[in-house]
């Protein structure tokens, strides 16, 4: 299995390790070209969203990849790369992709000052009824999600900090967005369950 990670900007290189760990190949994308081949499956990491989405669509690769994942491609978008799919970023923001049909507050949770950990449950993950660690870095906010998108991750915080229950991953055909950074957990059960759908 071969998967595609972008690499223009962000944490892209922790994902690679654990889906080498894990038997996979990957490839970096950081050019048009790179789009060429063949792949099963992509990532969009964290990072920062506004520049990544730049970046993609100065190198030529935004449509491809945009034409790729709406013919069902899948795709796991942590954190930046859940803003990149959002079908509405809220305010007067202009969403990127535009292909996960749910509505996003970027920085919902403060700045690199409000970052925290947590845990939650992870729907799908092998031993899901175990929380999976989540890390929360400027994380977006998922506002709403609307029909076919489902909600696969939940924490017991609100962005406020105050207790409540909060949906942190939503998963919309072969497209899985979280809100928080599962290359950085040390547990590598997202990344499992994403191979799965590839």
């Avoid at 970046?55 to 994942?69: C, N, S, W, Y």
């Avoid at 990149?84 to 292909?99: D, I, M, N, V």
């Avoid at 660690?133 to 076919?148: D, L, N, T």
């Avoid at 017991?156 to 967005?177: A, F, H, T």
């Amino acid at each position: 299995m071969r998967i595609a990670v972008l690499a223009v900007q962000g944490a892209f290189t922790e994902h690679e390790q654990i889906f080498r760990s894990l038997g996979a190949d990957c490839t970096e994308l950081r050019k048009s070209s790179d789009l060429v081949g063949t792949f099963d499956g992509i990532v969009l990491p964290g990072g920062e969203s506004t520049v990544q989405g730049r970046l993609l669509r100065e190198l030529g690769m935004f449509e491809i990849l945009q034409e790729k994942i709406l013919h069902g491609l899948p795709v796991l978008a942590t954190c930046a790369g859940l803003i990149l799919l959002a079908e509405q970023l809220s305010g007067s923001e202009t969403p990127w992709f535009a292909t996960l049909p749910v509505t996003v507050r970027r920085n919902a949770y403060g700045r690199q000052l409000g970052s925290f950990s947590a845990s939650g449950t992870v729907r799908g993950i092998r031993e899901e009824e175990r929380e999976f660690p989540m890390e929360f870095i400027r994380a977006p906010y998922i506002v709403s999600i609307r029909k076919g998108a489902e909600p696969i991750a939940v924490t017991d915080r609100l962005p406020d900090g105050s207790p409540g229950e909060n949906i942190v991953g939503v998963r919309y055909k072969n497209q899985i967005g979280l809100a928080f950074h599962p290359e950085l957990a040390g547990d590598k059960r997202c990344h499992e369950m994403f191979l799965s759908v590839c």
